[in-house]
Antibody, heavy 128, light 107 residues
């Protein structure tokens, strides 16, 4: 059974830092691209960052570029999100998600991904 | 960025009803469209990927259709456990973007 368990959330002051972790189990972690998605209280979903299986590719949303850094340790089956220079608008539940690739009708990988499995989320609150 | 617009934003329906939710992309996204279900206090759950492929374990009353810019999620006969918020999401271009959500409530 695929399990994703986030940790590291909490209350932090504006300008502060926090590091989120996601412990993965039930699948071969090193074979999958992974992502972070967040949801502000009472709001919709927002993709934050993605990292390829071998760390060849990293993509960040413009809203976090230069402040957040996604990383992974395949030996520890873990995904991380280092969040610096936090702002009030970063307050959200942060979900770790396992990516799955879109394949076309001929079975060719498209290079695009969707979120197949999600963790339960960890709440980050940025407030003075 | 590709904008995803869902309609309606909220919907009231009764058990047994047929329900349709629409998602429109601001440009063509081929079939790179995914639907998720989210219940209060829970993580989103994958329902439909590649516009019309049903995720394993998801009841067959859920179906998806569409290509290009216009997509629909249909629940053929609403069950009590289907009351939730539904999101569409495109993967055609980075950033992957979501619709604003459709909240399905009990009538």
């Amino acid at each position: 059974e695929v399990q994703l368990v986030e940790s590291g959330g909490g209350l932090v002051k504006p300008g502060g830092s926090l590091r989120l972790s996601c412990a993965a189990s039930g699948f071969t972690f090193s074979s999958y691209s992974m992502s972070w998605v967040r949801q502000a209280p009472g709001k919709g979903l927002e993709w934050v960052s993605s990292i390829s299986s071998s760390v060849n590719y990293i993509y960040d949303a413009d809203s976090v570029k230069g402040r957040f850094t996604i990383s992974r340790d395949n030996a520890k089956n873990s995904l991380y999100l280092q969040m610096n220079s936090l702002r009030a608008e970063d307050t959200a539940v942060y979900y770790c998600a396992r990516d799955r690739g879109h394949y076309d009708s001929s079975g060719y990988f498209s290079g695009r991904y969707f979120f197949e499995y999600w963790g339960q989320g960890t709440l980050v609150t940025v407030s003075s | 960025d590709i904008q995803m617009t869902q309609s309606p934003s909220s919907l009231s329906a009764s058990v047994g009803d047929r329900v349709t939710i629409t998602c429109r992309a601001s440009q063509s996204i081929s079939n790179f469209l995914t639907w998720y279900q989210q219940k209060p206090g829970k993580a989103p759950k994958l329902l439909i990927y590649s516009a019309s492929s049903l995720q394993s374990g998801v009841p067959s009353r859920f179906s998806g259709s569409g290509s290009g810019t216009d997509f629909t999620l249909t629940i053929s006969s609403l069950q009590p456990e289907d009351y939730a918020t539904y999101y569409c999401q495109q993967s055609y271009r980075t950033p992957r973007t979501f619709g604003q959500g459709t909240k399905l409530e009990i009538k």
